[in-house]
């Protein structure tokens, strides 16, 4: 859909359904006395230097601050006499932009809430950042909404001690929102009655590639539900993704938004496009059960300082034992090299599981503490990964989406790495356990080399690809056997939108697509959902190579709305595998 610019500019007629392209302050001065808004979520630029499209967020702080008032006042303006206003901010700016709402502006602050995240920024020379501010205000003390029976969640009285007296519906949450208390077990117990909202990660289904800075749809959900009733109007100014509208749009209300960059504002109506009232929200409903603990973390923590060296000479003792002919990759890749390993660890007696052993083989490998004359020696055919690239890289995908942390933690798990066999091997049969995983390293090796090439290219929105064909044998008559690519669709239903699933590349597309056709049942049953899968297909000419070939799909697969949900490279977190450093 393409952007329109702001209204007042254009003379445009303002109608809710949309996000408008413009400067919001000149934006909500247009639309004072126009309409009443019900509710603001605000999570502006926090003047901390992060990279915008076309915002540069390194004012001087009396800039920033006076730019910061103008604003709110803006959106205290167009409130409703009950409407209530949201505001995200980092620590650098909150007790500011509280004391402008309150004693500039006059608005009233309810509550100060923080949103606690493990894996937060990490930072070298002070404490990492793993929170941010959420500032609650209202227009008017003694008239405002909150819908507490909309957000109530199960008391530790009912939880824990099954106690009948409680309330059936729960209590309030309080005002700290925590991801993830399985791993600080002597911090936040299970049955405490805080707010677990995951960040939005590279795995997560509702990440916008072209947005860095986007809040998880459950919390935005809990503002939404509390703060305004169906067929409100939910205005967000700072749209950037927009999160919050597609939130709203789900939950029944009117929903308005203003995003400065152009490309932000096509990119997140196309993405609100894709929704309809009703559509579940994408997140972890309960990440208690949804997100799996660091066990290896958990693991080291729990060794002695003593221990660990030990653990660390034993690995580097154990892998050496294999010869110097093979790889720590190889080690990985190969299940009777890694049984043959771990066989050893077991045997030397190290402390940990099979998981640990792995991992500190991994980071050894890491520190630059473990070296190995080998590099790719017996390594996979480059012909067979390629057969079996979109294999491996659906089932990558399919287990991140699961839960599990990142890649080495697959491989490196047994039990997780034989389900990932599975999942490859049904969706490319015919071929070695270690075809699959040699393609999955190669797919996290070259993530970010790809990644930094791809950001070269202009933005390519269209790609002159075929119109989708049913996945069935007689559209093969119209395939060439060209190097392309290839798009897999889901069709829904009639009258619906196509859903990206894949975006591929091959030496040879008609082989490939006879591959999907054989395995048709199998990519319907892992949509999870009614549906019809399609296929289209993009042969440039003149011929790219492999290489460029590459980095087109990635740049396609990056800018794609939504995110294809089976792509690795889409949801490719360059730090994600730190999680699992020890």
Known sequence: MPCENTPGQAGLDIKPGRIYQGDCIQFMRTLTGRLQVNLIIADPPYNIGYEYDVYKDNKPDAEYLSWSEQWIQAAAELLSPDGAIWIAIGDEYAAEIKWLAQRRIGLHLRNWVIWYYTFGVQCQDKFSRSHTHLLYFVKDAKRYKFRDEAIRVPSARRLVYKDARSHPAGRVPDNTWILRPHDLPHGFNADEDTWYFPRVAGTFK???????????????????????????????????????????????????????????????????????????????????????????????????????????????????????????????????????????????????????????????????????????????????????????????????????????????????????????????????????????????????????????????????????????????????????????????????????????QTTNLLETVRQLIEVADVLSALCKRPGKILVSWYCPNPPLTQSQLTVLRYKLVWQCEPIPEWNYLAVCDLHRDDRCRI
């Open 206 to 504: 509702e990440r916008a590639r072209f947005m860095q800075c986007q809040l998880p749809e459950k919390l935005l959900a809990r503002i939404i539900l509390a703060c305004s009733d169906p067929g409100d109007l939910v205005f967000d100014p700072f749209a950037g993704s927009g999160s919050s509208l597609i939130v709203a749009k789900k939950l029944g209300r009117q929903y308005l938004g203003c995003e400065l960059s152009a490309n932000y504002a096509q990119w997140a109506n196309r993405r609100l496009n894709q929704v309809h009232v009703g559509d579940p929200l994408e997140g972890p409903a309960d990440p208690l059960l949804s997100a799996p603990p660091t066990f290896a973390r958990n693991q080291l923590i729990s060794l002695s300082p003593e221990d660990r060296e030990r653990l660390a000479r034993g690995v580097a003792r154990c892998f050496t034992q294999l010869g110097k002919e093979y790889s720590i990759d190889r080690v990985l890749a190969d299940p009777i090299l890694n049984a043959r390993y771990l066989d050893a660890c077991s045997q030397a007696k190290l402390p940990g599981r099979p998981l640990l052993w792995n991992l500190t083989l991994l980071n050894l490998r890491k520190a630059s503490k473990l070296k190995t004359t080998a590099s790719y020696t017996g390594r996979a055919d480059s012909k067979d990964v390629e057969r079996v690239l979109h294999g491996a890289e659906i089932a990558l995908r399919t287990m991140l989406d699961q839960g599990f942390p990142s890649v080495d933690y697959i491989l490196c798990d047994p039990a997780a790495a034989i389900r990932f066999d599975d999942y490859a091997r049904r969706l490319a049969p015919g071929y070695k356990v270690w075809h699959y995983r040699w393609a999955a390293l190669r797919l996290r090796k070259r993530a970010k080399k790809i990644r930094e090439q791809a950001s070269q290219l202009p933005s390519l929105l269209n790609v002159p690809a075929t119109e989708p064909h049913e996945l069935e044998a007689p559209i093969c008559d119209d395939i060439p056997s060209k190097p392309g690519l290839y798009f897999l669709w889901l069709q829904p239903g009639a009258n619906k939108s196509l859903v990206p699933l894949y975006i591929g």
